[in-house]
Antibody, heavy 119, light 106 residues
Framework: QLQLQESGPGLVRPSETLYLTCAVS??????????WAWIRQPPGKTLEWIGS???????YYNPSLKSRVTIEADSSKNQVSLKLDYVTAADTAVYYC???????????WGQGALVTVSS | DVQVTQSPSSLSASVGDRVTITCQAS??????LNWYQQKPGKAPNLLIF???TLETGVPSRFSGSGSGTDFTFTITTLQPEDVATYYC?????????FGEGTKVEI
């Protein structure tokens, strides 16, 4: 059974870089069937898709975040990572990694990681 | 971006009631509309994809219908464990976008 586990710092200073990893077990990030996605949810608000990466190369980012986001997949560690540059308080959210069956069909989710941006 | 407007934003019902939530897209999204359930402090859980297909393992009291711009999600017989926030989400056009959610209480 697929399991996803996010990890990373819970507190990031404004203007710095947020970095999270998502450990994948029960499946492989090298699968040519799925994408791997990051989605976030600010406290009390709805969900926002950040981006999805296909291991073989295709990657799609939300245009609202594209200039600051990098999603990568590491086959040696079987994990997916998220890097978000120049964070502000508006980036405070629970960040989820998810399996993306096809550019937006998220069928399996990690438990989420709360990241607070504050000095 | 495609806007998805969900209503109502919250509702209160009794155990055994029929509950209906609607979702309207700002443009034609064919059948590419999903429904998720999110319980407090938990990740969303996919219930229905492609407007009406029940995800494996999801109870049959949950159902979905619609196409184009207008969609409906129904819980035929509300159970205590159904207390949650429900989100619709379109994926016909990038970026995928979510509705604002409907909080269901008993």
């Amino acid at each position: 059974q697929l399991q996803l586990q996010e990890s990373g710092p819970g507190l990031v200073r404004p203007s710095e870089t947020l970095y999270l990893t998502c450990a994948v077990s029960g499946g492989s990030v090298t699968s040519t069937t799925f994408y791997w996605a990051w989605i976030r949810q600010p406290p009390g608000k709805t969900l926002e898709w950040i981006g999805s990466k296909y291991f073989s190369g295709s990657i799609y980012y939300n245009p609202s975040l594209k200039s600051r986001v990098t999603i990568e997949a590491d086959s040696s560690k079987n994990q997916v990572s998220l890097k978000l540059d120049y964070v502000t308080a508006a980036d405070t959210a629970v960040y989820y990694c998810a399996r993306d069956l096809f550019k937006g069909l998220f069928d399996s989710w990690g438990q989420g990681a709360l990241v607070t941006v504050s000095s | 971006d495609v806007q998805v407007t969900q209503s109502p934003s919250s509702l209160s019902a009794s155990v055994g009631d029929r509950v209906t939530i609607t979702c309207q897209a700002s443009q034609d999204i064919s059948k590419y509309l999903n429904w998720y359930q999110q319980k407090p402090g938990k990740a969303p859980n996919l219930l229905i994809f492609d407007a009406s297909t029940l995800e494996t393992g999801v109870p049959s009291r949950f159902s979905g219908s619609g196409s184009g711009t207008d969609f409906t999600f129904t819980i035929t017989t509300l159970q205590p464990e159904d207390v949650a926030t429900y989100y619709c989400q379109q994926y016909d056009h990038l970026p995928p976008t979510f509705g604002e959610g409907t909080k269901v209480e008993i």
